[in-house]
């Protein structure tokens, strides 16, 4: 089966900086990569998503990037705030969706 | 517009006692249904998935059990909770192929004493 590994476990940041997460998966008929933010008692919020036949996507800070070739692909948020402070998880899904182990990203003010 | 709803929010359960989370979705129909497991500082660990009724598929051996008895309801049970299945447990859903947006409910915080 899939198994998708993430890292870093956790991350901070100034804010302004950007952050980069980064994801690599094992099954090469995984074709959808969405990226989740979960805040504190919630549950996980799709925030940007992309599929196998589209190497690199955007909306507004957040862009996702994905080389299927090594089988990884990568949040990255630019000119971060302090609202972003989440857990983010990445996931690969095929016939059933695997999530990474999850980033605590901290954006400190 | 779609909804779900997952309770309780939060449950304290003796060891050795029954478990029964509850997950309902509104304003769709044939939806993929799936229970998650996330413990302290982990990721999401895929318990169970259902893509019709009565159909369930399990993905990690435990004493959790899940049944889809309606369309838009599914429900995670145990009949004997263990200490090591304390953690937060969350319920979603998508439509058609399994490799779209899936939608997570609030999640129920369990602690097993």
């Known amino acids: 089966g899939e198994n998708v590994e993430q890292h870093p476990s956790t991350l901070s940041v100034q804010e302004g900086d950007s952050a980069v997460i980064k994801c690599t998966y094992s099954d090469s008929a995984s074709n959808y990569f969405p990226w989740y933010k979960q805040e504190l008692g919630k549950g996980p919020q799709l925030i940007i998503d992309?599929?196998?036949?589209?190497g690199e996507k955007k909306d507004q800070r957040i862009a996702v990037t994905l080389n299927k070739t090594a089988k990884h692909f990568s949040l990255h948020i630019t000119e971060t705030q302090p609202e972003d402070s989440a857990v983010y998880f990445c996931?690969?899904?095929?016939?059933?969706?695997?999530f990474g182990a999850g980033t605590r990203l901290t954006v400190k003010p | 517009s779609q909804t779900i709803h997952q309770w309780p929010a939060t449950l304290v359960q003796p060891v050795g006692s029954p478990l029964s989370l509850e997950c309902t979705v509104e304003g769709t129909s044939n939806p993929n249904l799936y229970w998650y497991r996330q413990a302290a500082g982990r990721g999401l660990q895929l318990l169970f998935y259902s893509v019709g009724i009565g159909q369930i598929s399990s993905e990690v051996p435990q004493n959790l059990s899940a049944s889809r008895p309606q369309d838009r309801q599914f429900i995670l049970s145990s009949k004997k909770l263990l200490l090591s299945d304390s953690g937060f447990y969350l319920c979603?859903?998508?439509?058609?192929?399994?490799?779209?947006?899936?939608?997570f409910g609030q999640g129920t915080r369990l602690t097993v004493v």
């Open positions: 992309i599929r196998s036949n589209v």
């Open positions: 979603a859903w998508n439509l058609g192929q399994m490799n779209t947006e899936a939608f």
């Open positions: 996931a690969a899904s095929s016939n059933d969706m695997r």
